[in-house]
């Protein structure tokens, strides 16, 4: 037990990218017979990449014809149906960095109340020379016991099978192994459910061969006007924000080319005026409210007042565009060329 319990908090640090393993103990482990490399090895880890999500469909602004197709799989999948119906073995989602793909994977797993597996596919590549496929076999092995399970696999794009070395030769075992995990997905003999949904900020670096194993392949753009509206609405719930002129920032924030992150933040930095506003008797004198104990702080209590519109003006001048408009025509030639629903 205690044995387990060790594994799984180091497979806990390596998952979070900390590389706790010297290079020299790797050659060393990969030179150990098939005996010794024992699965025990491996166990731990598919269960240290299990989170919790409480995140569901309503926190999502927008993304409404992204969040049809993953429900529309989600459904087909689970219900039952006849042998000739086959459901989708995984999703890619692909668009531009804080869009919401983790928060679609994560809602898909928290509507659901199923178990939410999440994984950056580079840690796996990048960590364990000839140890990769088995631990994307050991990730599905603990998908399958924990079923229905989500399985959120994020960056995508490294593995890239065009390149040569020990990074290649690893990419195509962990390709091959994930299409055969992705395969029994669909084994009509198991009733134990495991959606893969697949993720992506540079979709060009995807390989051909990749593409074709995924058809199912999603465009979440940066959000519309009404879009945009939706996820301050969903930002700035609890708070009265009767004097914001919702159409005006969703149009400032279009011209800007926010992503929903950056929308987030925008909603932070506009709470974060109107608190100094509402409690100048703290903020100004920070310092010394900062030397009082804990206990005599959690006595006191924020004021919260109206947001206003210049608090978001001011969020919108100290957010910078982070994404290009060339950047952008780029994902939509490429949504045009490859992105299937
Ligand atoms: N469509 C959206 N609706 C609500 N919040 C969003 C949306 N897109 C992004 N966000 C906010 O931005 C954060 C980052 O989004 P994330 O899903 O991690 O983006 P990605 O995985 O595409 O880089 C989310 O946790 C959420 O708070
Ligand atoms: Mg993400």
């Known amino acids: 037990m205690k044995a387990h319990l060790e594994n799984a908090k180091k497979w806990e640090e390596i998952s979070k990218g900390v590389k706790i393993v010297p290079r020299k103990m790797m050659v060393e482990r990969n030179n150990k017979s098939d005996q010794e490399s024992t699965e025990d090895d ?22 409404d014809e992204v969040k049809d197709l993953i429900q529309e799989t989600i459904v087909i999948a689970i219900l039952n149906k006849p042998e000739s119906v086959k459901p989708d073995k995984g999703i890619l989602l692909f668009g531009p960095p804080g869009t919401g793909k983790t928060l679609l994977a994560a809602a898909a797993a928290g509507s659901l109340k199923v178990t939410f ?14 140890e990769s496929s088995k631990l994307i076999t050991a990730l599905y092995e603990s998908a399958r016991a924990h079923a229905p399970s989500i399985v ?25 192994t994930l299409l055969a995990e992705l395969d029994g997905f669909q084994d009509k003999k198991s009733d134990r459910l ?27 753009p940066l959000p519309d006007k009404k879009s ?12 009265d924000s009767a004097s914001i ?9 279009v011209t800007n080319r926010y992503s929903g992150r950056d929308i987030q933040n925008i909603c932070k930095d506009a ?13 100004t004198d920070i310092d010394k409210i900062a030397e009082l104990p804990f206990d005599e702080l959690k006595k006191r209590t924020l004021k919260v007042s109206t947001l206003t519109m210049d608090d978001f003006t001011g969020a919108i001048a100290r957010v910078k565009t982070p994404v290009s408009a060339a950047k952008l025509a780029e994902y939509d030639d490429w949504n045009k060329k490859y992105g299937a629903g």
């Open 228 to 239: 945009c509206q939706e996820i301050i609405k969903i930002q700035l719930r609890g708070l």
């Open 42 to 63: 491996l166990s731990g880890f598919g269960e240290s990449l299990i989170e919790k999500s409480t995140v569901t469909w309503k926190d999502i602004g927008g993304l």
């Open 117 to 130: 597996f999440n994984v950056k596919i580079s840690n796996i590549l990048s960590k364990y020379f000839g």
């Open 271 to 283: 709470i974060h005026s109107m608190l100094h506003r509402s409690n100048p008797d703290i903020f």
């Open 194 to 220: 495991v959606l893969t949904l697949a993720a992506t900020n540079t979709p060009k670096d995807l390989d051909q061969a990749v593409l074709s194993r995924f058809p199912k392949r999603i465009y979440t």
């Open 245 to 253: 002129e919702f159409e005006k920032i969703g149009e400032m924030c």
């Open 152 to 176: 959120f696999i994020d960056e995508f794009d490294s593995i890239t099978l065009s390149r040569d070395g020990d990074q290649g030769e690893a990419s195509r075992k962990v390709l091959s």
